[in-house]
C-alpha cells in the first residue's frame, strides 16, 4: 500500500519534472539490497525497481493523455522490440525456465520500459551536465569508500593469522578484485619473489 501511494506519489513529480527520473535512475542504479527468500540470497535492485514503477506509471498517464508519440527509440524501436519478443520466446525451450523468467520479469521487461521512458525526455542542456556532475561525484564517493574498505580489507588480512578470522568479500565494494587477496596472508609472502611459486612449494611439500 505505501509502495503503490510513494510510486503514485513519483510519478506526480516526474510527470512535472521529468528530467528527475533520469536523476533517480542514475542515483539507484548501483544499489543493490539483500533479500532472503526461502533458502535463497538475491542481491536486488529494488531501489532501481521503484524508480521503474514511478516510470510505469507516468507513461501509463502520458499514453492515456492528450499527448502521442510513438517510437521514441527511432530506429531502434522495432530492432528492440523484436529482440525483447524473441527473449520471451525463447522460454519455450530452453532448458531453465525459472533462469529464463527472472532474467525477462526482472532486467528486460523493466529496463526495456525504463529506457522507453527517459528516451521521452526532452533534450535539455543544463539537465545533462547535471547528469554529468552527479555522475562525477558519485564516482568520487564509490572511490573513497573503495579506498577505505580496500585499507579495512588489508589490516584484516594481516592480522588474520593471530586471529583466525576471514575476509568477508561481501562486506567490499569491490568483491572481485579483492577476492584474490582474500586467502593470503601478507605476512608469509616473501619480498621480490612470485606468490604463486611459494602456494606451489606449499603444496609440495604439504
Known amino acids: ?12 513529480i516526474v510527470l512535472r519534472v521529468p528530467w528527475l527520473l533520469a536523476v533517480a535512475t542514475l ?14 540470497q538475491a542481491n536486488l535492485l529494488l531501489p532501481l525497481y521503484g ?3 514511478v516510470a510505469a506509471i507516468a507513461l501509463a ?11 521514441e527509440l527511432g530506429p531502434l524501436a522495432v530492432p528492440l522490440g523484436l529482440f525483447v519478443g524473441w527473449q ?18 526482472f532486467f528486460v521487461l ?9 528516451s521521452r525526455l526532452r533534450w535539455s542542456r543544463a539537465w545533462v551536465l547535471t547528469l554529468y556532475v552527479q555522475i562525477a561525484l558519485m564516482g568520487l ?8 574498505q580496500y585499507e579495512d580489507a588489508r589490516h584484516l588480512l594481516e ?23 582474500r586467502p593470503l596472508d601478507l605476512r608469509a609472502l616473501p619480498r621480490g619473489r612470485d606468490p604463486g611459486e611459494s602456494r606451489r612449494r606449499a603444496a609440495a611439500t604439504g
Open 1 to 12: 500500500m505505501l509502495a503503490g501511494i510513494g510510486a503514485a506519489a513519483g510519478a506526480w
Open 27 to 40: 542515483a539507484c542504479a548501483p544499489a543493490r539490497i539483500p533479500v532472503h527468500v526461502g533458502s535463497t
Open 51 to 53: 524508480v521503474v514503477a
Open 61 to 71: 498517464w502520458e499514453l492515456f493523455g492528450e499527448e502521442r508519440r510513438v517510437r
Open 88 to 105: 520471451g520466446l525463447s522460454l519455450l525451450w530452453t532448458k531453465d525456465v525459472r533462469q529464463g523468467a527472472i532474467e525477462m520479469l
Open 110 to 118: 523493466p529496463f526495456g520500459l525504463l529506457t522507453v521512458v527517459l
Open 141 to 148: 564517493v564509490f572511490a573513497v569508500i573503495g579506498i577505505v
Open 159 to 181: 592480522s588474520e593469522g593471530s586471529r583466525g578470522q576471514r575476509v568477508r568479500a561481501e562486506r567490499l565494494v569491490l568483491p572481485r578484485q579483492l577476492d584474490l587477496l
